[in-house]
């Protein structure tokens, strides 16, 4: 059975009642927002046209707040986006029964490449398609209103209710760790199930999943670089801390050779704490600070295993 279960994905919900019952009454509160709001900026009719994907969207912001495919640019790119490109498909491709699922398509491709994944928005993109006259008469009209205001509607209701209660936070960037730092110990599969137990909010990722990353960003972490850290005009580095403490500074600006440690270097904060910040300080100070090099690769800075050869 265990392995059955495993197979079907069926997911061990950690979730106390509370916040089960929490997350229902919010997707209540959200579509009674989106219709009541529909209806009174832009009338009966566009409350008649409140679309079904938002029924799929309030699991997300109600149920899952805190998953990356909950956040308020996923929710908004991911719906107007795949309402223009619907609405262009029945414009261009109307006539054609492979429409819909190029509409789908294409959505699915933009939702991509744009990174504000939300599946929901397949279905806005589908609708605009297949949902009928009344709805292709609206025309780009279609993407305002009922989608850019339906949006509007659920986002506000998502940061008001999720907000009211402690352990959620919405979007996720509000939520602070407030643990003191200390050294990583060996965790188990159980520690993660607790923790995600504590938590008492759904997470869109299993224990196991939690376990797996765990180990190999240790294992990472344990490639060490060589005991004199090589610095170079234009490169990115980081202090190695994590959460607020987390940080990446570029050498902006330095003299010829940084091998010496009073050797001049300008650096400015391009990631993590102090914003902007761009300041003047000598090698030293600079390998005292930094742990290691790192690159952005796909929008996520990467770290850089030195080895003498690196430049």
Same mark, same amino acid.
């Given at each position: 059975?265990?392995?059955?279960?495993?197979?079907?994905?069926?997911?061990?919900?950690?979730? /106390?009642?509370?916040?089960?019952?929490?997350?229902?009454?919010?997707?209540?509160?959200? @579509?009674?927002?989106? =219709?009541? @709001?529909?209806?009174?900026?832009?009338?009966?009719?566009?409350?008649?046209?409140?679309?079904?994907? !938002?029924?799929?969207?309030? *699991?997300?912001?109600?149920?899952?707040?805190?998953?990356?495919?909950?956040?308020?640019?996923?929710?908004?790119?991911?719906? *107007? @986006?795949?309402? +223009?490109?619907?609405?262009?498909?029945?414009?261009?491709?109307?006539?054609?029964?492979?429409?819909?699922?190029?509409?789908?398509?294409?959505?699915?491709?933009? !939702?991509?490449?744009?990174?504000?994944?939300?599946?929901?928005?397949?279905?806005?993109?589908?609708?605009? *398609?297949?949902?009928?006259? &009344?709805?292709?008469?609206?025309?780009?009209?279609?993407?305002?209103?009922?989608?850019?205001?339906?949006?509007?509607?659920?986002? !506000?209701?998502?940061?008001?209710?999720?907000?009211?209660?402690?352990?959620?936070?919405?979007?996720?960037?509000?939520?602070?760790?407030?643990?003191?730092?200390?050294?990583?110990?060996?965790?188990?599969? &159980?520690?993660?199930?607790?923790?995600?137990? &504590?938590?008492?909010?759904?997470?869109? +990722?299993?224990?196991?999943?939690?376990?797996?990353?765990?180990?190999?960003? $240790?294992?990472?972490?344990?490639?060490?670089?060589?005991?004199?850290?090589?610095?170079?005009?234009?490169?990115?580095? /980081?202090?190695?801390?994590?959460?607020?403490? $987390?940080?990446?500074?570029? +050498? =902006?600006?330095?003299?010829?050779?940084?091998?010496?440690?009073?050797?001049?270097?300008?650096?400015?904060?391009?990631?993590?704490?102090?914003?902007?910040?761009?300041?003047?300080?000598?090698?030293?100070? =600079?390998?005292? $600070?930094?742990?290691?090099?790192?690159?952005?690769?796909?929008?996520?800075? +990467?770290?850089?295993?030195?080895?003498?050869?690196?430049?």
């Amino acid at each position: 059975m265990s392995r059955i279960i495993e197979w079907l994905g069926i997911e061990f919900n950690t979730t /106390s009642h509370k916040d089960k019952v929490i997350s229902g009454v919010g997707a209540l509160v959200g @579509i009674a927002c989106v =219709f009541f @709001i529909c209806r009174s900026v832009a009338g009966d009719f566009t409350a008649t046209l409140m679309l079904a994907s !938002m029924g799929a969207s309030a *699991v997300l912001l109600f149920a899952v707040p805190h998953g990356t495919l909950s956040q308020p640019w996923p929710l908004v790119g991911g719906h *107007v @986006i795949s309402a +223009v490109i619907g609405v262009s498909c029945q414009q261009l491709l109307g006539h054609w029964a492979i429409a819909p699922a190029v509409a789908v398509g294409l959505a699915v491709a933009a !939702m991509c490449y744009l990174r504000c994944i939300h599946p929901p928005g397949g279905a806005t993109a589908l609708a605009a *398609v297949i949902g009928g006259a &009344e709805v292709h008469e609206l025309g780009y009209w279609y993407v305002v209103a009922p989608v850019a205001l339906n949006v509007a509607a659920i986002l !506000m209701a998502a940061l008001v209710f999720n907000n009211l209660f402690h352990w959620r936070r919405y979007p996720s960037s509000l939520m602070r760790s407030n643990a003191p730092k200390s050294q990583a110990p060996s965790l188990t599969h &159980e520690d993660f199930a607790a923790a995600m137990h &504590e938590l008492d909010t759904y997470v869109d +990722v299993s224990s196991e999943e939690l376990s797996q990353i765990f180990d190999k960003a $240790w294992a990472h972490a344990r490639h060490s670089d060589s005991d004199h850290l090589e610095l170079h005009k234009g490169h990115y580095y /980081s202090n190695g801390e994590t959460g607020d403490l $987390w940080c990446i500074r570029q +050498v =902006f600006d330095a003299d010829d050779d940084l091998g010496p440690d009073k050797a001049k270097l300008i650096y400015r904060n391009v990631a993590g704490v102090s914003g902007e910040q761009t300041v003047l300080c000598t090698a030293k100070e =600079f390998r005292q $600070w930094a742990k290691f090099r790192v690159i952005n690769t796909n929008g996520r800075w +990467v770290k850089v295993v030195q080895t003498p050869v690196d430049h």
